[in-house]
């Protein structure tokens, strides 16, 4: 995990070199005072969640304090935060526990839930997930029906205005909300999330359900599902996607809330720039190939075996904004691209109308981050390479008629 640790580190470093370049050190030096000041009040308020000390928990886990620095060295670059602020983000992850959340879960498979709790072998990320105060979570406490609902009207009482909301998949619209209720009277999502948002300091969306729809939104979207941010005004909203979301960027948020009091900066789809500033393809260990025009052709042929560019296959990476492939999934261990299949777009809106099939994208139009579009796939590396990228362009339209083709047979 420290290796690991510090190669993440590495990457965030030098990509947040390029990032960050507007910001000078008087910025970060004011940011500093400020989370300073609010990491001491935050020590003298009592805490909610677990009582246990983090430094205790880590050690029963077997993790050193040197693991942990490492571990806070690498969120810190994480959190695009210059070097000086390690022993704060530190301070932070011990103060956890004073920021009240609460979750609840609408339209959805519990994937982000089940991230969330990771805990078969659980690195520091989930063990700090362990120790916020989760003050109500449908899945995973005790009660259910009538004293469920207490808990969770005690929790919006005694925490009013100061809680973070995390919702965790897509709210249904069409006929008044009726396709998704909660609770022993009936009350559609739609009605307690908006009764909920309205006391909460923000609202963290977890998963792409919950940020743009996913899956319940694809077409034809007979329940009328949409994400949070199309249905809620007037509160700060952070959209992390993916399917699940990753536990880091969970931490990341909530770390960010607890030293800053802010909400961190957001791109156009209201996701953190922290963990969406980076386009999947650029950090890709298969990128090499992509450049080098050595490319997966079919499922288990030589350029599978060699670990090729899955472009050929429908890798969306070129065209997503995730940090998945610098920190990876799974203790670290691996993720999607790294095990054979093709990024599928995941924290992108509409990935499962749009991305989610295993052929090139023949028209594919690259979002910046900022909104707007930055390129066309032909421009996007693929220009470096021009027999590789008309040999890709013909591939990707031969690959569109193709499946365009079947298309219109199964309809028929
Ligand atoms: S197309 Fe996919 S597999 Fe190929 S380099 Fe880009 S992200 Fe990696
Ligand atoms: S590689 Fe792509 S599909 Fe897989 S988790 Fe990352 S963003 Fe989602």
């Known amino acids: 995990m420290t290796d690991r640790a510090e190669a993440v580190k590495r990457v965030f470093t030098a990509k947040n070199s390029r990032v960050d370049t507007n910001r000078g050190e008087r910025y970060y030096k004011e940011l500093y005072v400020r989370c300073k000041k609010r990491i001491e009040e935050l020590k003298s308020m009592e805490s909610f969640g677990s009582k246990a000390e983090l430094s205790e928990i880590l050690s029963d886990e077997g993790y050193s304090r040197r693991d942990f620095m490492k571990w806070t060295s690498a969120t810190t670059a994480m959190l695009m935060l210059p070097g000086f ?11 956890m526990n004073r920021i009240p959340v609460i979750w609840v879960e609408y339209q959805d498979c519990a994937g982000n839930t089940e991230a969330f709790i990771r805990s078969d072998g659980p ?48 709210i249904p619209l069409a006929e008044n909300g009726i396709y998704g209720t909660t609770g022993p009277a009936g009350e559609t ?57 990753n536990p880091a960027n969970m931490v990341g948020v909530i770390l960010h809330y607890v030293l800053t009091g802010q909400i961190p900066e957001l791109d156009s789809l209201l996701r953190p720039k922290f963990a969406f500033g980076y386009r999947i393809h650029d950090n890709c260990e ?31 990476g070129p065209m997503t904004f995730n940090n998945c492939s610098i920190i990876r999934y ?6 999607p691209v790294g095990v054979g299949h093709g990024c599928i777009g995941c924290s992108e809106p509409d990935f499962w109308d749009k991305y989610a099939y295993e052929r090139p994208m023949a028209d594919a139009n ?13 421009e996007f590396g693929l220009g470096i390479l021009t027999a590789t990228g008309i040999g890709i362009a013909i591939h990707a339209a031969a690959s569109l008629f193709a499946g365009k083709k079947s298309d219109g047979e199964d309809a028929s």
């Open 286 to 316: 298969r990128r090499a190939h992509f450049d080098a025009g050595e490319f997966v052709e079919e499922w288990g042929d030589e350029g599978a075996k060699n670990n090729f560019c899955l472009y050929k296959m429908g890798c969306k």
């Open 189 to 245: 999502f739609i009605e307690q999330l908006t009764s909920l948002a309205a006391d909460a300091a923000a609202i963290v969306a977890v998963g792409t359900c919950a940020t743009f729809g996913g899956v319940p939104a694809a077409s034809p979207n007979p329940t009328g599902a949409k994400g949070v941010m199309d249905v809620i005004n007037g509160k700060p909203i952070i959209n992390i996607p993916a399917c699940p979301a």
């Open 330 to 335: 799974n203790e670290s261990v691996s993720w």
């Open 123 to 170: 690195k520091i990320d989930d063990i700090i997930l362990d120790i916020i105060s989760l003050e109500f979570h449908e899945t995973l406490m005790a009660p259910a029906g009538f004293q469920a609902e207490r808990q969770l009207d005690d929790a919006r009482e005694t925490f009013k205005g100061k809680y973070l909301l995390f919702v965790e998949g897509a």
């Open 366 to 378: 690259i979002k910046a981050p900022a909104g707007g579009v930055e390129k066309s796939v032909d």
């Open 85 to 95: 602020f390690e022993p704060l983000v530190a301070e932070a992850a011990e103060m």
